[in-house]
């Protein structure tokens, strides 16, 4: 089998990874979490006109010719406070007193800043006209009895939240979460509470893949480091197989050691592909189970599992999960430094990212080596160069997946 390209890695991927079932949820606990069913609003909001400003209820023809200079007196009539219903109807030269959110009497259709009015007793002077209709927030604005509010698929962000509150959704139907295993292989690995030993490499990947996992909201569980023996190496392979998704790094390469993919495939699992026509992370396996159970081989080198992570693995948990957005956020931004290539492979570089008057400049974190794990540990952003180009040139756009959340910086764009 020849190499796929990542964009025919990625596909083949999503093409086996289904939506997972449904579970309901507190309304606490949905918050980034996807809508498995429409919502409908179970009332009209606001339920009646209401006022949007502290001011003053009235009719338009009375002050239309309203100015500083001219004012118009109308009598007050009524005080009408937020969750008190009016107790008059306005006549023609009158006027109510009305709080933000309060219902607007009959009578009226327009309702004055009390910041444009002068009060005297029980007359208000109105010192400006506004447009007709100014300052009442109609019935239903904001929901409407029956009327479809969230539609399924959409991801619960603090504003969506809201909405679940105001429709009283006490439990929320959502997508439930996969359950995901991560195993490391390999004699040469030490494990975190184990001795420093020299001659042993510490396992980053278990923990880099399980941060990774975490921060799309799933707590994965950890299976340990699996021995360079087939006994030891498909009992825990095994083991990984009863979750709905399982992460083994290392041991997928070709070599005379390398025992993973073909004890996989001895233990029942479909490959898909075996190799990606990428750098870092060109020994990537993917396949399937009878049972739907999904499985990544990753590399063993951590940086290379990590790049792995963000291009196949995530876009497929948050697929499963009911997201609509399966990846990264891309900017394009402007090489600050030449950038090397290589024709027939994509090439992802880790890059900071600053701005100038002309938008995102991206820089290397330094030497790319798929085993330095700092040029992840310091990366905002992994920079495509595309398999058509056997490298980049200073000045020249690139396209940048964010790694970090760009929505926060120093200053702002704009002055506020």
């Known amino acids: 089998m020849s190499d796929f390209s990542v964009t025919e890695a990625q596909t083949c991927i999503l093409q086996h990874v289904q939506r997972s079932g449904v579970e309901s949820v507190l309304l606490h606990d949905s918050l980034h979490r996807v809508l498995a069913e429409d919502v409908l609003a179970n009332r009209n909001h606001p339920p009646y006109d209401v006022s949007a400003m502290d001011g003053y209820a009235l009719t338009f ?25 009016p107790q008059v109807a306005i006549q023609a030269g009158q006027a109510a ?10 009578g009226i259709d327009t309702v004055i800043r009390v910041e444009d009015t002068a009060l005297n007793g029980d007359e208000v002077s109105i010192l400006t006209a506004p447009k007709l209709g100014a300052n009442i927030r109609p ?24 909405i679940l509150a105001m ?9 439930a979460k996969p359950t995901v295993a991560i195993l490391s292989t390999g004699d040469e690995l030490e494990a975190i509470d184990d001795p420093i030993d020299e001659n042993k490499i510490p396992n980053a990947n278990s923990h880099a893949l399980y941060a990774q996992c975490k921060s799309l909201g799933i707590e994965a569980t950890l299976l340990g480091i699996a021995k360079d023996n087939e006994e030891d190496l498909k009992a825990k392979l095994a083991e990984g197989l ?23 495939e001895a233990l029942g699992i479909t490959m898909h592909f075996w190799r990606v026509a990428m750098r870092p992370g060109h020994p990537l396996a993917f396949g399937t189970s009878k049972r739907g159970t999904v499985v ?20 497929a948990l948050r697929q499963n999960m009911g997201h609509a957005k399966l990846f990264r956020r891309s900017i394009q931004a402007r090489l600050s430094h030449d950038m090397r290539g290589s024709l027939g492979k994509t090439i992802f570089i880790r890059v900071t990212l600053n701005r100038d008057e002309q938008g ?5 974190t330094g ?23 056997d490298g980049l040139e200073a000045g020249e756009m690139a396209t940048v997946q964010l790694l970090q959340d760009m929505d926060f910086q120093n200053d702002a764009d704009v002055e506020i």
């Open 61 to 85: 023809a009375d002050v239309s010719s309203a100015t500083a200079d001219a004012p118009v007196p109308l009598t007050v009539v009524d005080d009408i406070r937020a969750g008190q219903m």
């Open 97 to 106: 007193r009305i709080m933000t959110g309060a219902p607007t009497p009959q």
């Open 139 to 162: 019935l239903g604005e904001n929901l409407k009895t029956n009327v479809v509010v969230l539609k399924q698929g959409t991801t619960i962000t603090p504003g969506v939240l809201a």
């Open 167 to 175: 429709v009283k959704k006490k439990q929320v139907p959502v997508f």
């Open 242 to 264: 009863e979750y709905d998704v399982l992460l083994a790094s290392g041991g997928v390469s070709v070599g005379h050691h390398d025992f993973v993919r073909p004890t996989l």
């Open 296 to 315: 990544f081989g990753l590399p063993g080198n951590p940086v290379a599992s990590m790049v792995c992570f963000e291009q196949y693995v995530a876009p």
């Open 360 to 364: 995102y400049v991206a820089t290397s």
């Open 367 to 389: 030497a790319q080596g798929s085993g330095v794990l700092m040029s992840m540990a310091l990366a905002e952003g992994l920079l495509a160069v595309p398999a058509t180009a």
